[in-house]
């Protein structure tokens, strides 16, 4: 091995020692893997980057220090990021793209077309920075579906639709800022809907002690209070009370399996809000359903964070379901409008857009930021009026999945 691949392998484990001290064995854990990953493949691709080694230098670097300061959670400066997490990010996901090259390098062949993975990351981080502003119109037809599937928006329309904005995983961290998550929900206000909807998973790794900014980026929404919605994602239970009280600062209402009825312009809507639990889901939001049951002459709207979940809320009980959690796939061909994403090749879980099962529908959000995996390519952040038309049904009977969605 050469002196990269040594330092690399040093500056990785002085990442996962520190992390275990001083952030406990599930961050070291995700950094072993993750890392153990990135420095396989960079190391291995060292040798061939040829006249860009210096910056393949400079992001090798900014890689582990980026891993290293998330040992303490902490929202960074805005030039931090630009020159450390955000950097780091792309090229530590474009090395996961890299992973065919790093095998053909093993094999002795040369990795050609190494540009490749890393411009793709590229274009993935111009992507996670930005945001598709859209308007979209969907149509409840009322009809029992077979199995679950993905259904189109329909086109039928009503004199006053119900005008939703949903705001889901907006993961205040490397690539939302407090200033840029104040700003859509600026803009979220602007669209003067009847209700904002928030699905849940406010925070990544630094934000977990970020209550005071998380309560100054929602603070616009205080602009719609009585209108304004939430539940929690998964990552919420990571810092319980801080989501808890941003909520309560800007004056947005936390439903944890909870649910409320709001008067509104189109009429009446009762609005449930299922928390996310990790196991017994089915049980408990079986149990939730039954306690919170269907007000008569209102339009029954289900937050629910996991739409992999949707299955289990009870054929009927919901007009429609709002989820997020998946970041609309986060790899896939949305944007040349194609549906197919990296979660439903390889999953059956309902992944972005309109979906159905029985008589219940579902909207699933493709997130507002992302986490986990640092970037989006193809599938582009989402921030959208919904205006929903619950048309009355002129059929019963069961219609298989549609072809060709």
């Known amino acids: 091995m050469d002196l990269f691949s040594w330092l690399s392998i040093a500056a990785a484990t002085t990442v996962v020692l520190t992390a275990a001290l001083l952030r406990g064995r599930f961050y070291a854990i995700f950094a ?7 420095t396989a493949v960079s190391s291995a691709l060292w040798p061939h980057v040829g006249w860009s080694w210096p910056v393949f230098a400079y992001l090798q670097v900014a890689t582990y220090v980026h891993f290293l300061t998330l040992v303490r959670s902490s929202l960074r400066p805005l030039a931090y990021r630009a020159l450390v997490s955000v950097p780091a990010s792309a ?35 111009v992507q996670s920075l930005r945001h598709a502003e859209e308007q979209v119109d969907l149509a409840l037809d009322g009809r029992t579906v077979a199995s679950l599937a993905r259904y189109p928006l329909g086109e039928s329309r009503c004199e006053r639709p119900l005008r939703l904005v949903q705001m889901s995983d907006p993961h205040l961290g490397p690539f939302m800022s407090e200033r840029r998550l104040r700003e859509l929900c600026e803009r979220a206000v602007a669209y003067q809907p009847d209700l904002v909807l928030l699905t849940g998973d406010f925070v990544t790794m630094e934000s977990h002690n970020a209550g005071p900014a998380l309560a100054r980026a929602l603070e616009p929404l205080k602009a719609l209070e009585g209108r304004v ?60 359903c039954r306690r919170l049951p269907r007000e008569a002459g209102a339009f029954r709207l289900v937050l629910l964070h996991d739409p992999g979940a949707f299955r289990h809320v009870p054929d009927g009980d919901a007009d429609l379901v709002l989820s997020g959690h998946t970041h609309g796939g986060q790899l896939g061909l949305v944007s040349l409008g194609l549906p197919h994403t990296f979660v439903s090749a390889f999953t059956s879980i309902p992944d972005h857009g309109h979906w159905a099962l029985g008589k219940n529908r579902l909207y699933v959000h493709r997130g507002t930021a992302h986490y986990g995996f640092p970037l989006r390519i193809g599938v582009p952040a989402e921030h959208s009026l919904l205006r929903v038309h619950p048309v009355a049904s002129r059929s019963t009977r069961l219609v298989p999945p549609p072809v060709g969605l």
């Open 32 to 38: 072993t893997v993750l890392l153990s990953i990135h």
């Open 229 to 288: 919605f939430a539940c929690r994602g998964n990552h919420d239970h990571e810092a319980p009370d801080m989501i808890a009280g941003a909520l309560a600062a800007a004056k947005v209402r936390l439903l944890n399996d909870e649910a409320v009825v709001v008067e509104t312009e189109a009429g009446p809507v009762q609005i449930v809000g299922l928390d996310f639990h990790f196991r017994e889901r089915k049980r408990r939001i079986e149990e939730a």
């Open 91 to 125: 090229f530590w996901a474009g090395s996961f793209l890299a992973v065919p090259w790093a095998i053909a390098v093993a094999f002795g062949a040369e990795p050609l077309g190494l540009f490749v993975p890393y411009a793709l990351a590229g274009v993935g981080l």
